[in-house]
Protein backbone atom coordinates (compact mmCIF):
# COMPACT_ATOMS: atom_id res chain seq x y z
CA UNK A 1 0.00 0.00 0.00
CA UNK A 2 1.24 3.24 -0.74
CA UNK A 3 1.87 6.67 1.49
CA UNK A 4 -1.63 8.49 -0.21
CA UNK A 5 -3.59 4.89 0.56
CA UNK A 6 -2.16 4.96 3.65
CA UNK A 7 -2.90 8.29 5.02
CA UNK A 8 -6.09 8.10 3.61
CA UNK A 9 -7.35 4.64 5.25
CA UNK A 10 -5.74 5.75 8.69
CA UNK A 11 -7.89 8.55 8.93
CA UNK A 12 -10.92 6.92 7.43
CA UNK A 13 -10.64 3.94 10.05
CA UNK A 14 -9.85 6.12 13.03
CA UNK A 15 -13.13 8.27 12.24
CA UNK A 16 -15.18 4.91 11.47
CA UNK A 17 -13.68 3.77 15.68
CA UNK A 18 -14.69 7.42 16.56
CA UNK A 19 -18.16 7.02 15.38
CA UNK A 20 -18.60 3.76 16.78
CA UNK A 21 -17.15 4.31 20.03
CA UNK A 22 -19.75 7.59 20.17
CA UNK A 23 -22.72 5.40 19.30
CA UNK A 24 -21.41 3.07 22.07
CA UNK A 25 -21.09 5.70 24.41
CA UNK A 26 -24.75 6.99 23.87
CA UNK A 27 -26.84 3.64 23.80
CA UNK A 28 -24.45 2.65 26.85
CA UNK A 29 -27.53 2.11 28.81
CA UNK A 30 -29.49 -0.33 26.26
CA UNK A 31 -26.01 -2.22 25.10
CA UNK A 32 -24.32 -2.69 28.11
CA UNK A 33 -20.90 -3.91 25.99
CA UNK A 34 -17.89 -4.44 28.52
CA UNK A 35 -15.84 -0.96 29.61
CA UNK A 36 -12.78 -3.09 27.60
CA UNK A 37 -14.46 -2.99 24.78
CA UNK A 38 -15.45 0.41 24.32
CA UNK A 39 -12.25 1.73 25.71
CA UNK A 40 -10.74 -0.65 22.99
CA UNK A 41 -12.57 1.28 20.19
CA UNK A 42 -11.35 4.72 21.29
CA UNK A 43 -7.63 3.40 21.67
CA UNK A 44 -7.93 1.88 17.93
CA UNK A 45 -9.48 5.28 17.11
CA UNK A 46 -6.92 7.24 18.34
CA UNK A 47 -4.13 5.08 17.39
CA UNK A 48 -5.34 5.18 13.38
CA UNK A 49 -5.64 9.34 14.24
CA UNK A 50 -1.80 9.69 15.35
CA UNK A 51 -0.80 7.21 12.49
CA UNK A 52 -2.70 9.45 10.24
CA UNK A 53 -0.71 12.14 11.16
CA UNK A 54 2.49 10.11 11.18
CA UNK A 55 1.43 9.15 7.70
CA UNK A 56 0.94 12.85 6.46
CA UNK A 57 3.89 14.21 7.67
CA UNK A 58 6.05 11.39 6.21
CA UNK A 59 4.14 10.85 2.95
CA UNK A 60 3.62 14.27 1.96
CA UNK A 61 5.41 17.05 4.22
CA UNK A 62 8.43 14.95 4.64
CA UNK A 63 8.55 15.82 8.06
CA UNK A 64 8.49 18.96 7.45
CA UNK A 65 6.28 21.36 9.42
CA UNK A 66 6.36 24.48 7.92
CA UNK A 67 5.68 22.54 4.59
CA UNK A 68 2.46 21.17 6.36
CA UNK A 69 1.63 24.64 7.54
CA UNK A 70 1.92 25.98 3.96
CA UNK A 71 -0.31 23.05 2.68
CA UNK A 72 -2.52 23.35 5.19
CA UNK A 73 -3.02 27.45 4.12
CA UNK A 74 -3.00 26.33 0.65
CA UNK A 75 -5.70 24.02 1.50
CA UNK A 76 -8.00 26.49 3.56
CA UNK A 77 -7.33 29.15 0.90
CA UNK A 78 -8.61 27.04 -1.88
CA UNK A 79 -12.29 26.13 0.19
CA UNK A 80 -12.35 29.21 2.18
CA UNK A 81 -10.67 31.95 0.63
CA UNK A 82 -8.69 32.68 3.71
CA UNK A 83 -5.09 31.45 3.63
CA UNK A 84 -4.84 30.09 7.36
CA UNK A 85 -1.93 27.59 8.03
CA UNK A 86 -3.19 27.17 11.95
CA UNK A 87 -5.51 24.05 11.19
CA UNK A 88 -2.43 21.66 11.47
CA UNK A 89 -2.28 23.10 15.21
CA UNK A 90 -5.60 21.96 15.60
CA UNK A 91 -5.31 18.67 14.32
CA UNK A 92 -1.93 18.52 16.70
CA UNK A 93 -4.57 19.77 19.97
CA UNK A 94 -6.89 17.04 18.65
CA UNK A 95 -4.27 14.40 18.74
CA UNK A 96 -2.90 15.47 22.17
CA UNK A 97 -6.54 15.53 23.73
CA UNK A 98 -6.92 11.93 21.96
CA UNK A 99 -3.86 10.25 23.91
CA UNK A 100 -4.69 11.90 26.83
CA UNK A 101 -7.87 11.01 27.46
CA UNK A 102 -7.01 7.58 26.34
CA UNK A 103 -4.69 7.46 28.77
CA UNK A 104 -6.07 8.80 31.15
CA UNK A 105 -9.22 5.80 30.54
CA UNK A 106 -6.43 3.01 30.72
CA UNK A 107 -4.08 4.31 33.89
CA UNK A 108 -7.05 5.50 36.14
CA UNK A 109 -10.67 4.09 34.69
CA UNK A 110 -12.63 4.96 37.89
CA UNK A 111 -11.50 8.77 37.92
CA UNK A 112 -12.12 8.22 33.95
CA UNK A 113 -15.83 7.27 34.97
CA UNK A 114 -16.46 10.33 37.11
CA UNK A 115 -14.68 12.89 35.07
CA UNK A 116 -16.92 15.71 34.08
CA UNK A 117 -19.66 15.68 31.64
CA UNK A 118 -18.32 19.27 30.40
CA UNK A 119 -15.16 17.48 30.15
CA UNK A 120 -16.72 14.39 27.63
CA UNK A 121 -19.22 17.15 25.94
CA UNK A 122 -16.78 19.77 24.99
CA UNK A 123 -13.90 17.04 23.90
CA UNK A 124 -16.28 15.39 21.70
CA UNK A 125 -17.44 18.62 20.65
CA UNK A 126 -14.53 19.52 19.80
CA UNK A 127 -13.45 16.21 17.57
CA UNK A 128 -16.60 16.67 16.10
CA UNK A 129 -15.77 20.12 14.58
CA UNK A 130 -12.84 18.43 13.58
CA UNK A 131 -14.23 15.78 11.50
CA UNK A 132 -16.96 17.68 10.43
CA UNK A 133 -14.54 20.53 8.58
CA UNK A 134 -12.01 17.67 7.49
CA UNK A 135 -15.14 15.29 5.86
CA UNK A 136 -17.70 17.84 4.95
CA UNK A 137 -16.14 21.32 4.29
CA UNK A 138 -12.94 20.26 2.65
CA UNK A 139 -13.71 16.97 0.98
CA UNK A 140 -16.22 16.34 -2.05
CA UNK A 141 -17.99 13.64 -3.93
CA UNK A 142 -18.43 10.14 -1.91
CA UNK A 143 -16.11 11.42 1.09
CA UNK A 144 -18.41 14.28 1.81
CA UNK A 145 -21.91 11.94 1.18
CA UNK A 146 -20.10 9.74 4.13
CA UNK A 147 -19.26 12.50 6.59
CA UNK A 148 -23.26 13.83 5.78
CA UNK A 149 -24.66 10.35 6.53
CA UNK A 150 -22.26 9.53 9.67
CA UNK A 151 -23.03 12.97 11.33
CA UNK A 152 -26.92 11.57 10.39
CA UNK A 153 -26.69 9.08 12.25
CA UNK A 154 -24.84 10.66 15.16
CA UNK A 155 -27.76 13.29 15.39
CA UNK A 156 -30.07 9.88 14.76
CA UNK A 157 -28.66 7.79 17.75
CA UNK A 158 -28.35 11.12 19.84
CA UNK A 159 -31.86 12.20 19.05
CA UNK A 160 -33.35 9.21 19.94
CA UNK A 161 -31.26 8.62 22.97
CA UNK A 162 -32.41 11.46 24.68
CA UNK A 163 -36.36 10.53 24.03
CA UNK A 164 -35.60 6.53 25.53
CA UNK A 165 -35.21 6.24 29.22
CA UNK A 166 -32.92 3.31 30.12
CA UNK A 167 -35.17 2.20 33.06
CA UNK A 168 -37.82 0.63 30.26
CA UNK A 169 -34.75 -1.71 29.19
CA UNK A 170 -34.93 -4.69 31.07
CA UNK A 171 -31.25 -5.61 31.47
CA UNK A 172 -30.47 -1.66 31.89
CA UNK A 173 -28.55 -1.17 35.79
CA UNK A 174 -28.96 1.77 37.39
CA UNK A 175 -25.37 2.18 37.61
CA UNK A 176 -25.13 2.40 33.88
CA UNK A 177 -27.13 5.66 33.60
Known amino acids: MDGPLITAWTIRLALIAMASSLVLRMVHPWCPLSEGFRRGIWTAGCALFLAHIAAGMQFYHHWNHQHA ?15 FGGGIYVNHLMAIVWL ?3 VWWWVAPQ ?41 VL ?24
Not at 143 to 148: E, K, M
Not at 154 to 177: F, Q
Open 69 to 83: YAETARQTYEVLGVR
Open 100 to 102: ADT
Open 111 to 151: AYRRRSPWWERGMIGFFLFIAFNGLVVFKSGGLRIAGILGF
Open 154 to 177: LAVVWGMTRHWSPAVVPHAKPADR
